[in-house]
């Protein structure tokens, strides 16, 4: 099956920092990778759309520019959260889509917590 | 109306027991339906996968989907503690993913 690789897991940061999160897939090409968030208790935010070589394309009410996509190659895209606040705090999810292929592989997501 | 609709449970069964969830939409172009499970602080792991009306079986696992009734269904045969998860309908158009809330399931020793 394809792996999609997240890290890091688990980070835990002071306000006014930033902090990145790389997504892999591990074993395919993905054009295109996703980018979630995920509140206790609900389903998954889709935050942005990253596709390889190209600007991500971000959902409604999300800010680009404390949420920096970068999907610089067929394999990595990094979500960076600026100058985090405690409201930032949340479980945030990528995943991959293989080329020509209609499934949507997980990574393990990355719980943030902002002090 | 959200696109897709799930009943959030929780849903608690027996071992052994056979497990419905379910799904309803309202858009008809979804033209993919998958399941996944997810379990606490951790990434969904795709489970099925259909794209037709119908049933489709996988060891203990059936997805079944009536596009008619715009209805999905995923039923657990002999479930099993290690069952015990979210489990999460999705659906998919023109390569925009629609995610139903979750259902959790617990599956009792």
């Known amino acids: 099956g394809a792996v999609v690789s997240q890290h890091p897991s688990r980070v835990i940061c002071k306000s006014g920092t930033s902090v990145k999160i790389e997504c892999r897939s591990l074993?395919?090409?993905?054009?295109?990778m996703f980018w979630y968030r995920q509140f206790p208790k609900q389903s998954l935010m889709l935050m942005a759309t990253?596709?390889?070589?190209?600007?991500?394309?971000?959902e409604q009410g999300v800010e680009k520019d404390k949420f920096l996509i970068n999907h610089a190659s067929l394999t990595l895209s990094t979500l960076t959260v600026t100058s985090a606040h405690p409201e930032d705090s949340s479980f945030y999810i990528c995943?991959?889509?293989?080329?020509?292929?209609?499934?949507?592989?997980f990574g393990s997501g990355t719980q943030l917590s902002v002090l | 109306q959200k696109e897709v609709e799930q009943d959030p449970g929780p849903l608690s069964v027996p071992e052994g027991a056979i497990v419905s969830l379910n799904c309803t939409y309202s858009?008809?172009?979804?033209?993919?339906f998958m399941w996944y499970r997810q379990y606490s602080r951790k990434g969904p792991e795709l489970l099925m996968y259909?794209?037709?009306?119908g049933n489709k079986e996988d060891g203990r696992f059936t997805a079944q989907v009536d596009k008619s009734s715009k209805y999905i269904s995923l039923f657990i045969r002999d479930s099993q503690p290690s069952d015990s998860a979210t489990y999460l309908c999705?659906?998919?158009?023109?390569?925009?993913?629609?995610f139903g809330s979750g259902t959790k399931l617990n599956v009792k020793p």
């Open positions: 858009n008809s172009a979804f033209q993919y």
């Open positions: 074993d395919f090409q993905a054009t295109t």
């Open positions: 990253s596709n390889e070589g190209s600007k991500a394309t971000y």
């Open positions: 999705a659906m998919r158009s023109f390569n925009k993913f629609y």
């Open positions: 995943s991959a889509q293989r080329d020509r292929d209609e499934k949507l592989f």
């Open positions: 259909t794209y037709s009306s």
